[in-house]
Structures are given as structure tokens and as C-alpha cells.
């Protein structure tokens, strides 16, 4: 049960066990772990499963999200775990088939260092992600569930069940990342409105025979009745089967089950699941949480937004939305006003409900057998100009807005090495880039560069202007999640003095 503003129980204090309790160590709770560990933020990850997901489910891995993990420390390992998604082969009745490649892409350029997704399976990314976390020293508590919460003015009194005993934490923030069927958001009473799509969907990781490993295998496209597609999943000797199945009914999960449906959709008898390492069977909806916080509890991830697989964008979207109120939350921890953390809804529930708009449309485009992923669910285009966090003085038109993702470049150190932008912006600090002029001094939480002749970064070959429309003079501050907060000309210092004590960052 919540009760918001209750009175702390008589003989209450605030000695908090932790700063956040995060409930839910799936990739969004793991994502806002590792960021929270990396700020030296105190926190408790509980998971009401008595063991990791074993299932492959979120399998898309889309360039944006790279940037983040790139930050996280957590890129390399993600990519050395899974792959680059094979070929679309689509098989027409006769056997014949054509090719296609899954993903319209560019090729990488220095603003866009990552340009195609990566295929990981949902298990071993938040594989990668627990050993960040135990590298920074810290893991999830599995069967561990959270069974009420009240807040007051001051933080949040949680009683959680563990695996031996029941126990009250007392926390200042709680945050749910707990999935669709979340916990912490029905308790809120936090509406969920949207609508279910009209298709139930098998997804299963089997081993296979009978089919090669170097393409994704479609049958039966734009037939509701007959599609089956079946996916190897990079990093592992599995096989992903994804179908449509009857609104209602049983259906046979099992090897046999399994290998049943997929001969009568592909008219293959050679085709066998000899095991089943983890299926499901669900209803595909698109719902959005009405509110992202009440008072000290926040929802994050599946727990705000549900919508069908098309398109990848599902555990992105997720991470990214724990990316968004991790810097936040240590912002205010380090004294930034509370009004800091209602951007967290203002900035992520639209890229949400956008979200939901392109996967529905492309499970349309599925359906008629006509679905093409391109930049649009790459995510490099999501960005916050409406903000109140986008700050611009003067106004500007043109290349880079106060809001948008800060790109990538080359450029070099004045001693003549080579660096990336990303490579300055990599950790928990923001980072002020200043294109000559004078800078001001550093500050805590703040790292300042001037890329200028006598900066220590030079820019001969012209990328930081050409990518971020910049003048000389130019001040552009970028956030910790890699989004420019402010551009400001040269000569307004009080504007840009007055944004860093908004968000936390006091001259020392």
C-alpha cells in the first residue's frame, strides 16, 4: 500500500539505509545502478525473481543506447557478447527466397561513431551489466520484493521481503524499475492507459536444427495465420522463434510443441527444436504511464512504458530513461534544487509516447509484410529542445540546438595526441566545451575545455565547428548524458553562471 506524505511511524528517524532503492534489476535498474555506483551514490537493487532473465527478449542493441554503454564503461564487453544481426532471408512458398538487410544505415561518420545496432541477447547484456556493477562493488539481491512503501516530505519507508526475513529500508528516493505488471505503479495508482493491438505473440530460445546460422529465417510474411520467423542469436548457439499465434487458447511450449507449429508454418519437416531454453507466450499492448513521479518515487522503463518489439526499441528506451534520472538524482544529492528531477518526466515521457507511435506503426507495416527499420529507431535523433534544461543565449537556428544529443569529433590534445569528444565526456561530470575565448574555472562536477590555439585542444581539421555550428567565442555545456544543455555566446557569463547553480554545480 502507498500512502503519500504519511507521518513517519513513531520512533522514525532519517537515517537512511540508502539513498535510492531501485526495485526491478532488470536494464533499466541495472543502468541506473551502475550510474548511481560510479557517483558514489548509496543504493539498495532488489529483484523479486530468485534468479536472473533468461530469456532473450530485448535482443536490439540500437547505436544510441552504444553511446550510453561507451559511457558506462560497458561498450567492448557488450559487443564482444553478441554480434551484428545477419541478413533477412525470406522464404516464399517453393523454397526460393530473397535477402534483405534487417537495418537501413549509413556508415559511421566522426558525429556517429555507431551506426548499425549490435544483436546481444536480453541475458547477457544484463549478464555484462551485473559485472560492472560487481566491479564497482555492488550487486542485485535476487527474491527480494518489495512489499509497501509510504513517503513523506523527507524519503520513502519500504518493507521488503528477502529470501529469510522481512525488513523496513528507509530511503530518500525509490525508484520502480519492475516491468509492465509493476508493482510500485499500481501502488502509486498511477493510470496505465492504452490499448492491447490485437496480437498474441509466441517468442522462444530453442536449439535448432534443421536451419543455417548466417541469416534471420522469415516464412509466411504478411500472413498472420502462417508467419514464423526464427533468428540465431548472436553469442549464442540459440535460435530466437518469434510468431504470431490465436488471440486465446493453450499453446504448446515445449520442444515438441514448438517443432509442431514451425513445420506447419514452413512446411519443412526437417526442421526440429531439440530444447527450449526459455519461451512465452503475450499479448501485444502499447500503454503509458499517465505520471513518471509521485512526490519521491519515479518509474523507469517497462514499468512507464509498454509497447510491441517492432523495431527494437523497448529495453533502449529503458536504459535511456535511466540514464536520464541518474545525473539527476546525484545532481540534487549534491544540492540542485528538487525541480531538477521533474525534467525527468517532462524529457522522457514524450520520447515514450513517440516510441509508442513508431513500434505500432511499424507492427501495421509488419503485418502487411512490408516492415524496413530505419534511422528512425536508431534513437541518434531523440533529443529534449523543449526542456526547460535547453538553454540557449542568444537564440540559434541551424546545425545544434540547446537539447540535442551532443555529437562525437576529432580533435586533438595540445600536445598533439588524438582524442574524441566522447572521450572527454565519458564519466559523470558534465563538460564545458569553450571554442576559444575565455573560459571560466573549473568546479566541481564540471571539466572545462578550450578548443583553440591556446587551448589545451586544437581542431585543425575543422570538426567542432562544422558539427556544432560554432562561433568563436561559443560555450557549449554539455550534460552528463551526453545532450547539450546550454549554448552561450561569449561575454554572458551570468547566463551561464546561473544554469550551473541550477543544476548543482557551485564554484567551489
Sequence with gaps: MYVHNARIESGMTNDFSADVLICGAGAAGLTLAIDLARRGISFRLIEKLDEPFRGSRGKGIQPRTQEVFEDLGILDRIAAAGGHYPKERTYQDGGRFTETDVMEAGPATPAEPYSLPLMVPQFLTERVMRERLAVLGHSPAFGCELLSFTQDDDGVTARVATKTDTETIRVRWLVGADGGRSFV????????????????????????????????????????????????????????????IALDGDVDLSAAGLTALLRERTGRDDLRVRSVSWASAYHMNARLADRYRVGRVFLVGDAAHIHPPTGGQGLNTSVQDAYNLGWKLGAVMRGAGDALLDTYEAERRPIAQAMLGLTTGLLDASRRGEMRRGRGTHQLDIGYPESPLAVESPGRQGVLLAGDRAPDAQVRGAAGQPHRLFDLFKGPHWTLLSYGGEPIAARPGLQVHTIGVHGDLTDGAGQFPATYGATPGDRVLVRPDGYVGAIISAGDDSALNDYLTKVGLRAA
Excluded: N, Y
Design 185 to 244: 505503479r499500481h501502488a502509486l495508482g498511477i493510470g496505465f492507459p492504452g490499448k492491447t493491438l490485437g496480437v498474441r505473440a509466441i517468442v522462444a530460445d530453442v536449439i535448432l536444427s534443421g536451419l543455417s546460422r548466417d541469416a534471420w529465417h522469415h516464412f509466411g510474411e504478411g500472413d498472420m495465420q502462417r508467419r514464423i520467423a526464427a533468428c540465431p542469436l548472436a553469442g549464442t548457439d540459440l535460435f530466437q522463434l518469434q510468431g504470431p
